[in-house]
């Protein structure tokens, strides 16, 4: 098994739609940070040390055939070197509406993290150090998140090769997706879930 299709959108973007999408058309099992907070044992020393330098992608991605969300975004240069011929996609959707979503969610959670339980602690620090990786450090507003938000999409268009990259918002629904995979428009709706009540939910392990 080899990763085909890396999502390079970060969280807040409809990462956890695209996941369910994916996995519905047959490209899955699709990796997504809610892997990680599920196999925190495995998963979270094995991002810690991708984040130190020292990825070991096999092992990060053994028995899955994609992956979206963070901590993948954070690693876009560095996945494209390791999967030359993968697809990728890059989930987007209006800069000030993320911010507000992000900034909401798990820029909160990642600010507050001293406050975690101690399971908590080592999976908020390595989501802590990937998302300001990819161009989000703590302390920034919401016009600092705007423009690195920005930056972000840019710098993946800039990167991966345009035969290669899907720019896409899942309010597009199936139809932009099935094409860039090559697969058939399924008969049922497209997967939209994870609003913000869902997503402290899942953070909760409620879901």
Not at 54 to 62: E, L, N, T, V
Not at 119 to 137: C, D, H, Q, S, Y
Request: glycine share 10%; charged share 20%; with cysteine.
């Amino acid at each position: 098994m080899t990763i085909s299709v890396i999502g390079t959108g970060v969280g807040r973007t409809g990462t956890y739609s695209l996941k369910l999408a994916i996995n519905q058309l047959g490209a899955g099992p699709c990796h997504h940070m809610e892997e990680v907070l599920h196999k925190m044992p495995v998963q979270v020393p094995l991002w810690s040390a991708a984040l130190g330098g020292q990825p070991d992608w096999q092992k990060i991605y053994s028995g899955y055939l994609s992956a979206v969300d963070w901590p993948t975004a954070g690693f876009f240069r560095e996945l494209l070197k390791a999967y030359p011929t993968a697809r990728f996609i890059l989930t987007h959707r209006s800069p000030e509406s993320w911010a507000d979503s992000f900034g909401s969610t798990i820029f909160k959670l990642i600010s507050e993290r001293d406050q975690a339980p101690p399971e908590m602690k080592e999976w908020l620090e390595m989501a802590a150090g990937v998302i300001a990786k990819t161009g989000f450090p703590e302390g920034l507003d919401r016009d600092g998140l705007i423009k690195a938000f920005n930056a972000h999409n840019e710098a993946v268009k800039n990167t991966i090769p345009a035969k290669q990259l899907l720019v896409y918002e899942v309010k597009e629904g199936w139809g932009p997706l099935c094409k860039f995979l090559g697969k058939p428009i399924p008969s049922e709706p497209f997967p939209r879930t994870n609003d913000r009540a869902e997503f402290w939910d899942r953070v909760a392990g409620k879901i």
